[in-house]
T-cell receptor, first 114, second 112 residues
Framework: DGGITQSPKYLFRKEGQNVTLSCEQN?????MYWYRQDPGQGLRLIYY???????QKGDIAEGYSVSREKKESFPLTVTSAQKNPTAFYLC?????????????FGEGSWLTVV | KQEVTQIPAALSVPEGENLVLNCSFT??????LQWFRQDPGKGLTSLLL???SQREQTSGRLNASLDKSSGRSTLYIAASQPGDSATYLC???????????WGLGTSLAVNP
């Protein structure tokens, strides 16, 4: 089935550790996105990529890093510099970054700092 | 700066009722507007996408309208069912194609 796969579903991080969230899509989409969702706040854009080997910062990129070496994959690393990383992380993709297309989401990953 | 507001924040209705969820935006210069559904602890599912040139879109029991001049969109759910219980979010594409502006959502509970 076509779709977006995020892993792991649940992840626990110790203080000072970097962790990487995986996002894989088999929809042949060019554009991919990472959002963060916190209670009482709207979705906030962390990073996005319009094409392989290119990505841009979103609204809250500090403490995060990404790579886009393959069209299908857009992993997000939460570094120790992110002071409040506990949140629900959502990966999404679109056919292209042009505005007329529907955006598709993965099932999300829960990150908790312990 | 574009802002998106959804009212009410929460809604509880008995099964079978027709209901309307509201989404308002401050800048009418939008490219499109989308409605999404999110079940607890899950990702988002796109329900309807309305282009700026369109007035409404329909899918099954769902109908979404768009009035750019007044900065409003409504999501109409006919004959609500307990399975409709979820959070409904709207997002505006303000022309900066990389970025959607999100509302906080309406949490809907449909009671049997």
């Amino acid at each position: 089935d076509g779709g977006i796969t995020q892993s792991p579903k649940y992840l626990f991080r110790k203080e000072g550790q970097n962790v990487t969230l995986s996002c894989e899509q088999n929809l042949n989409h060019d554009a991919m996105y990472w959002y963060r969702q916190d209670p009482g706040q709207g979705l906030r854009l962390i990073y996005y990529s319009q094409i392989v080997n290119d990505f841009q910062k979103g609204d809250i990129a500090e403490g995060y890093s990404v790579s886009r070496e393959k069209k299908e994959s857009f992993p997000l690393t939460v570094t120790s510099a992110q002071k409040n990383p506990t949140a629900f992380y959502l990966c999404a993709s679109k056919t292209s970054s042009s505005g007329g297309n529907t955006i598709y989401f993965g099932e999300g990953s829960w990150l908790t700092v312990v | 700066k574009q802002e998106v507001t959804q009212i009410p924040a929460a809604l509880s209705v008995p099964e079978g009722e027709n209901l309307v969820l509201n989404c308002s935006f401050t800048d009418s210069a939008i490219y499109n507007l989308q409605w999404f559904r999110q079940d607890p602890g899950k990702g988002l599912t796109s329900l309807l996408l309305i282009q700026s040139s369109q007035r409404e879109q329909t899918s099954g029991r769902l109908n979404a309208s768009l009035d750019k001049s007044s900065g409003r969109s409504t999501l109409y759910i006919a004959a609500s069912q307990p399975g409709d219980s979820a959070t409904y979010l709207c997002a505006v594409n303000a022309g900066n194609n990389r970025k959607l502006i999100w509302g906080l959502g309406t949490s809907l509970a449909v009671n049997p």
